[in-house]
């Protein structure tokens, strides 16, 4: 793959050529790369379930980029080389990591972190048998003291 600034002979131009060259932009540099080929028949299943993820993620970008709330959100957490898009195709395909369970006395405290924002936290309770005791929805404790780690409250 080739990136350069300017090239005099395919100045302003972008596509595939002769079908052996793509040639695109890529954040005001110009990137010549060799035509993608496309893979003969389906691929392995850990393929599929792959596409069938990032299906699901680029739906998840559409709706961020169609409703203004979640669109300024996302923008508000751009940094370097991404866009809204990208973002929350990343967000979408990276789970929240669970750092810690409290129970104490304020109740049960999950510190999860993600890649972007932590959306919501689920508890649930189960016996040891395996069955559902209680299940509630938890409520952020403070997202302005640890923007990169939340705390989340467990109401059940």
Not at 12 to 31: D, L, N, T
Not at 36 to 42: L, V, Y
Not at 76 to 98: C, E, F, R, T, W
Request: glycine share 10%; net charge positive.
């Amino acid at each position: 793959m080739i990136q350069h600034g300017f090239n005099a002979v395919s100045s302003g131009a972008s596509g595939q050529f002769g079908k052996q060259v793509v040639v695109y932009f890529r954040y005001g540099k110009q990137i010549i790369a060799r035509t993608p080929r496309k893979r003969p028949g389906r691929g392995t299943d850990a393929q599929e379930r792959t596409k069938a993820q990032f299906r699901e993620g680029a739906a998840w970008s559409a709706k961020v980029r169609k409703s203004s709330v979640l669109h300024d959100v996302y923008k508000s957490g751009l940094h370097g080389s991404l866009n809204v898009h990208n973002l929350a195709i990343a967000d979408y395909l990276q789970a929240p990591v669970i750092h810690g369970v409290e129970i104490g006395d304020r109740g049960i405290v999950v510190k999860a972190t993600d890649n972007f924002k932590v959306a919501m936290v689920t508890v649930r309770l189960y016996n040891r048998n395996g069955e559902l005791v209680e299940s509630g929805k938890a409520a952020q404790e403070d997202p302005e003291c640890y923007p990169e780690r939340s705390s989340w409250m467990a109401v059940v």
